[in-house]
């Protein structure tokens, strides 16, 4: 529809003529709108699509330093552009990545598994590092067996588009010895460092369905330094009174993890809002450290800082 009335407009038959206008006037002009309008204003006429896919416009959505984060060789910078919506590039020595939101052009960060905090991580007994061969970076983390889960991870907002809504995402598998996730939840928050009445959540990083009744599972227990299974029974907490059990997994359950295009799962931890001219170190936590009980199974790719969709 904006496409139609433009091309009217261009026309002559609402108002001016404006494919009387130079082109270097209309790329400028296109260059105060965003992405998506330039797209959608290029079919107007060829003048106009000549204009909206000019250097002097797609230069406009692209991030000051993009010549220094992207080596890439390509024919324009709109091209350019859409090589980094859809390829993110590797940056700070391969630990993070760095792209583009398609509509907005506004910055996305994903902070690899190495660039993270995560407790006992170097202690190969309870945490591993391997090549998986369908994640963006060198190595992931995979989690062996620990009962204490903490990660964390921090960004400076600088490195973010201002006056933007973000959230962060945890990007992560399952192995087949995913194990000690279903039944318990696990706390996220996101916030500024020093932030008061910054934001917590409970979560599940299992998509299986959290049902009632008594149900027999395995549980780990510690000898020394060997492991050992034994059964127990999951009673149902409201028999007791006690809180109720998860909510089941379902679409748009923010609760649960969500499955992404390039097949892993993300689940939101929170979200924040950068603002003009202001700078500071945002703060991310998955900590599970109260249940207590043996978790295994899971594969860390990264935390993922992108604009919350729907709001700016």
């Given at each position: ?35 998506a309008d330039a797209c959608r204003l290029a079919p107007v006429s060829s003048l106009f699509k000549s204009a909206c896919d000019s250097d002097a416009v797609w230069a406009s959505f692209l991030p000051p330093e993009y010549c220094q984060m992207v080596p890439r060789r390509v024919s324009s910078l ?235």
């Open positions: 529809m904006a496409a139609a009335a433009a091309s009217e407009v261009a026309k002559g038959r609402d108002g001016p003529d404006f494919s009387e206008l130079p082109e270097g006037c209309i790329a400028s002009v296109v260059s105060f709108t965003s992405p709109k091209e350019l552009y859409f090589s980094l919506c859809d390829d993110p590039v590797l940056v700070d020595d391969g630990k993070m990545s760095f792209s583009l939101e398609r509509h907005s052009g506004k910055k996305c960060i994903m902070l690899s598994a190495r660039a993270l905090f995560i407790s006992w991580g170097d202690t190969p007994r309870y945490w591993s590092w391997n090549p998986m061969p369908d994640s963006r970076f060198s190595e992931v983390a995979e989690l062996n067996n620990v009962c204490w889960l903490e990660i964390r991870g921090s960004i400076s907002s600088r490195m973010l588009s201002p006056g933007t809504r973000y959230a962060a995402y945890l990007v992560f598998k399952s192995t087949p010895t995913f194990f000690g996730f279903d039944f318990q939840s696990v706390e996220v928050g996101v916030g500024f460092v020093d932030e008061v009445g910054k934001r917590e959540r409970l979560v599940y990083l299992s998509g299986e369905n959290n049902t009632r009744g008594r149900q027999t599972m395995p549980r780990f227990r510690r000898i020394g330094f060997r492991f050992l299974s034994t059964p127990f029974e999951l009673i149902d907490d409201n028999r007791d009174g006690g809180p109720p059990p998860a909510p089941a997994s379902a679409e748009g359950n923010e609760n649960h993890p969500k499955e992404r295009r390039d097949g892993w799962s993300e689940i939101e931890l929170g979200e924040f809002l950068t603002k003009d001219g202001e700078d500071g170190e945002v703060e991310m936590s998955v900590m599970e450290t109260k249940g207590g009980n043996w978790k295994a199974g899971l594969v860390v790719e990264g935390i993922e800082i992108r604009p919350k969709e729907g709001k700016e």
